[in-house]
C-alpha cells in the first residue's frame, strides 16, 4: 500500500479552502434545510441490532427475508435492522486521462470533485468519517488518504482532486483499466462501508465482477460521469479528434450526416452495454452530466438513496442469517 498523504502545502490549502467556501456557498448552504431530519439517506448503515419484522414489500432485499416467520403465517416477511448513525464513506476517483474532457471549468474532473466537495463536508458534519482511493487507471497502485474527520481533512481530498496531474506523459498508452481500481479497494476496505465509485467508465471489460464483489460487502454507488458530446456529435465541420487514453488522433467532418448518426449509434450501444453492466453489478447509480447542475445532481442523488429500502446489515451478515453463509 502507497504511504498515506498527511499534509498539504500552505499555498494548496488556500486553493482548497477556496473551492470549498464556493460550494459551501452554491450548494450546501441550498441543501441544509432539505436534509433535515433525512440526512440518513445518504448512508445506509450497518446495523445488527434486530429492531421489528414487517411483510416483504417490492425491492426489499430477498436476503433479508426471514423464512421461519415467512413459513409460519405463509407471507413473506424481512427483518428490519437498527442502523449505526456514523458510518465511514470512502470515494474510488478513476482520474484516468478521459475525466480531463469536458468544457472549461467543467469538465468531467471538475464535476467529479465538487460532487465529492459537497458529500464529503455533509457527511463529515454528521459525524462520519471519509477517506478516498485516487487512481489513474494503469498499472500501479493508486493513492490513499486515509479515512478521517474534521474540515481539514475535506481539504486534503479537495486538495488531491485539483492537484492531481492531467498530463502523463511517463504513463504507458493504452485503455483505462477500471478494475485495478476495485480490485485495490476490496484489499483496503476491511469494515463495512458506503463507497462511491466516481468514474466515467471508459474502461477495458472486466470492471463490473470486481464491482460486484465490492457490493457484496459494502453500500455502493456507482458516480457516472459523461460529456454531451461523447453521445452526439454536432455539426462543426472537419475537426481533429484525440484520445486521451491512448494519444490516437483522428479527423474527422461532422458535417457529414452519416458519420453523425453512426458516431450516435455506436455511443447508443455503448450506453446500453454499460447500463448493462452496472446492473449486473447489482449498484445504485446516478449520472452527473457537465452540462448538469451541481445542486441539481445533489438532489437527484437524495431522491435515488431515498427511494430504495435502506439495507438492514451486511450482506454476508444476511448470507449467514438464511444459512447460505459459508
Known amino acids: 500500500m502507497p504511504d498515506p498523504i498527511?499534509?498539504?502545502?500552505?499555498?494548496?490549502?488556500?486553493?482548497?479552502?477556496?473551492?470549498?467556501?464556493?460550494?459551501?456557498?452554491?450548494?450546501?448552504?441550498?441543501?441544509?434545510?432539505?436534509?433535515?431530519g433525512d440526512w440518513r439517506t445518504l448512508l445506509r448503515g450497518a446495523?445488527?441490532?434486530?429492531?421489528?419484522l414487517r411483510e416483504y414489500q417490492p425491492h426489499?432485499?430477498?436476503?433479508?427475508?426471514?423464512?421461519?416467520?415467512?413459513?409460519?403465517?405463509?407471507?413473506?416477511?424481512?427483518?428490519?435492522?437498527?442502523?449505526?448513525?456514523?458510518?465511514?464513506a470512502w470515494f474510488l476517483l478513476d482520474l484516468s486521462p478521459s475525466v480531463d474532457f469536458g468544457p472549461p471549468g467543467q469538465a468531467k474532473r471538475d464535476l467529479a470533485t465538487g460532487f465529492v466537495g459537497v458529500l464529503a463536508r455533509l457527511l463529515q458534519r454528521h459525524g462520519n468519517r471519509v477517506g478516498a482511493l485516487l487512481h489513474d487507471g494503469h498499472a500501479g497502485m493508486g493513492r490513499v488518504l486515509p479515512a478521517g474527520g474534521g474540515r481539514r481533512h475535506v481539504l486534503q481530498l479537495l486538495h488531491l482532486?485539483?492537484?492531481?496531474?492531467?498530463?502523463?506523459?511517463?504513463?504507458?498508452?493504452?485503455?483505462?483499466?477500471l478494475q485495478r481500481l476495485l480490485q485495490q479497494a476490496q484489499g483496503l476496505l476491511r469494515r463495512r462501508s458506503a463507497v462511491f465509485v466516481l468514474s466515467d467508465f471508459l474502461s477495458t471489460p472486466g470492471w463490473d465482477k470486481p464491482l460486484a464483489r465490492l457490493a457484496q460487502r459494502h453500500d455502493v454507488v456507482a458516480?457516472?460521469?459523461?460529456?454531451?458530446?461523447?453521445?452526439?456529435?454536432?455539426?462543426?465541420?472537419?475537426?481533429?479528434?484525440?484520445?486521451?487514453e491512448t494519444g490516437e488522433q483522428?479527423?474527422?467532418?461532422?458535417?457529414?450526416?452519416?458519420?453523425?448518426?453512426?458516431?450516435?449509434?455506436?455511443?447508443?450501444?455503448?450506453?446500453?452495454?454499460l447500463r448493462q453492466s452496472l446492473a449486473r453489478a447489482g449498484v445504485d447509480t446516478l449520472e452527473l452530466s457537465t452540462d448538469e447542475d451541481l445542486l441539481g445532481a445533489m438532489l437527484?442523488?437524495?431522491?435515488?438513496?431515498?427511494?430504495?429500502?435502506?439495507?438492514?446489515?451486511?450482506?454476508?451478515?444476511?448470507a449467514a442469517a438464511s444459512g447460505q453463509g459459508g
Not at 7 to 34: F, M, N, S, Y
Not at 60 to 72: F, G, K, L, Q, Y
Not at 161 to 177: C, V
Open 6 to 36: 498527511r499534509h498539504i502545502r500552505p499555498a494548496a490549502a488556500e486553493t482548497a479552502e477556496r473551492l470549498l467556501q464556493r460550494l459551501e456557498w452554491t450548494v450546501i448552504k441550498r441543501l441544509d434545510g432539505l436534509l433535515q
Open 47 to 52: 446495523g445488527i441490532d434486530l429492531a421489528d
Open 60 to 88: 426489499d432485499d430477498v436476503r433479508h427475508i426471514d423464512w421461519n416467520v415467512t413459513a409460519r403465517l405463509a407471507t413473506p416477511h424481512v427483518r428490519v435492522y437498527t442502523e449505526d448513525r456514523d458510518m465511514t
Open 161 to 177: 482532486l485539483t492537484h492531481a496531474p492531467t498530463a502523463r506523459p511517463a504513463a504507458p498508452p493504452g485503455i483505462t483499466e
Open 223 to 244: 458516480v457516472r460521469l459523461l460529456d454531451p458530446l461523447e453521445l452526439e456529435l454536432p455539426d462543426m465541420g472537419l475537426l481533429l479528434l484525440r484520445d486521451p
Open 250 to 273: 483522428l479527423q474527422v467532418d461532422t458535417h457529414a450526416r452519416g458519420f453523425r448518426h453512426r458516431f450516435a449509434r455506436l455511443a447508443a450501444q455503448r450506453e446500453a452495454e
Open 300 to 318: 437527484r442523488f437524495m431522491e435515488l438513496r431515498g427511494r430504495r429500502p435502506k439495507a438492514a446489515y451486511p450482506a454476508h451478515q444476511a
